[in-house]
């Protein structure tokens, strides 16, 4: 008689475990998205910060003034800078592609919504007038600058110019 109880308060135990788990998948559950906290930057990170941004800005500022470098965006090109200058005007002109920090900002557009027709616009943010005007995007949604597809600089390009950061990199370093 007790292993009957035991064998039958088990079995009412398992269907009970066996019923509440098919329910709880039958109900809908909440779940809730565990929200990023922004990561924030030490006092000292933030100072060293400034004082690189710095520095690069004013290397920007001589590489323009020396006729190394020219940028299409409204702010400093960190990839030209650490290749010691690069002419993106010329680069955009003549269709031969762009440095990778120039091709993401070409892509980080903004579609606005004109109110009164419904349709939507590039708006290219980061870049001037003059350059912004002649800047569209093609039926696959390529951007170009006066209807010639803009790309990336070539896989040889893109060694020069990395090796030309090594050179500049070991000079540096011998001073």
Not at 6 to 30: K, Q, R, T, Y
Not at 73 to 83: A, G, H, K, M, R
Not at 102 to 124: C, M, N, P, V
Not at 138 to 152: A, N, P, S, T
């Amino acid at each position: 008689m007790r292993r009957a109880a035991a064998v039958v308060s088990g079995l009412i135990l398992f269907a009970a475990g066996f019923a509440c788990g098919h329910l709880d998948s039958a109900l809908p559950s909440l779940l809730n998205a565990q929200q990023d906290e922004p990561a924030l930057l030490t006092s000292d990170a933030l100072t060293v910060y400034a004082k690189t941004r710095k520095a690069v800005t004013d290397l920007n500022d001589m590489f323009i003034a020396a006729g190394r470098s020219t940028s299409a965006t409204s702010d400093v090109n960190y990839f030209s800078v650490s290749v010691g200058g690069i002419d993106v005007q010329r680069d955009l002109e003549e269709g031969r592609g762009v440095d990778p920090e120039t091709f993401a900002a070409l892509y980080a557009f903004e579609d606005q919504e004109l109110s009164a027709t419904g349709k939507k616009e590039r708006i290219f943010k980061r870049f001037g007038v003059d350059v912004s005007q002649n800047l569209d995007s093609d039926e696959h949604g390529r951007i170009r600058y006066k209807k010639k597809v803009v790309q990336l600089y070539s896989t040889e390009r893109l060694n020069q110019l990395f090796a030309r950061r090594d050179q500049l990199q070991i000079m540096s370093s011998n001073k």
